[in-house]
């Protein structure tokens, strides 16, 4: 079964940091791009991040660049989300989501495997 | 950034209406826009990819349309368990439309 599983959300101070997790299971997770997409409570979508395959190319939403590190291990099917000086804005359900491509960006395809998402909440 | 705009940002409609959601890209973007489905407490699910592909095992009565700037999805005869919460995508960068929720009539 294709599968990702989200851990190491939690409610944390501002100006802390995080580390999320996204597990991948059922599928080749080297061949793909992977990101992190965030909803904030009752409200939309935001992407936040993505990462190709081979991790050559990274790209950041301009909400949490600087603040915001992806990184992938292949070989532990793994994906990752370093999230320093939270903010309370920054409180929202995230998800991880696996591309059905390489790229990303100028690529004509979508996030077609999800995770249940993990909860970051940012409150003193 | 690309910003993409999406209307209606909600809309009341009953069971075997045929609706229409439409999202605006703030720059020309050719095909590169999705369409999500999204239900409560659940994560979204690819609908359209390429602003017209139907993703597999998606139903028939979704389907895409447009490039450049202004995009559609239709929903041709909408079923019980399409209300829900729709968004489309960019991929020339990325980002995401506000959504519109389709509520029943």
């Known amino acids: 079964e294709v599968q990702l599983v989200e851990s190491g959300g939690g409610l944390v101070h501002p100006g802390r940091s995080l580390r999320l997790s996204c597990a991948a299971s059922g599928f080749s997770f080297e061949e793909y791009a992977m990101h992190w997409v965030r909803q904030a409570p009752g409200k939309g979508l935001e992407w936040v991040a993505g990462i190709s395959w081979d991790s050559d190319s990274i790209v950041y939403a301009d909400s949490v660049k600087g603040r915001f590190t992806i990184s992938r291990d292949n070989a532990k099917k793994s994906l990752y989300l370093q999230i320093n000086s939270l903010r309370t804005e920054d409180t929202a359900l995230y998800y991880c989501?696996?591309?059905?491509?390489?790229?990303?960006?100028?690529?004509?395809?979508?996030?077609?495997?999800w995770g249940q998402g993990t909860t970051v909440t940012v409150s003193s | 950034d690309i910003q993409m705009t999406q209307s209606p940002s909600s809309l009341s409609a009953s069971v075997g209406d045929r609706v229409t959601i439409t999202c605006r890209a703030s720059?020309?973007?050719?095909?590169?826009l999705n369409w999500y489905q999204q239900k409560p407490g659940k994560a979204p699910k690819l609908l359209i990819y390429a602003a017209s592909n139907l993703q597999s095992g998606v139903p028939s009565r979704f389907s895409g349309s447009g490039s450049g700037t202004d995009f559609t999805l239709t929903i041709s005869s909408l079923q019980p368990e399409d209300f829900a919460t729709y968004f489309c995508q960019q991929t020339f960068s990325t980002s995401f439309g506000g959504g519109t929720k389709v509520e029943i009539k």
């Open positions: 989501a696996k591309a059905d491509g390489t790229l990303v960006k100028y690529y004509f395809y979508g996030f077609d495997v």
């Open positions: 720059q020309t973007i050719a095909t590169y």
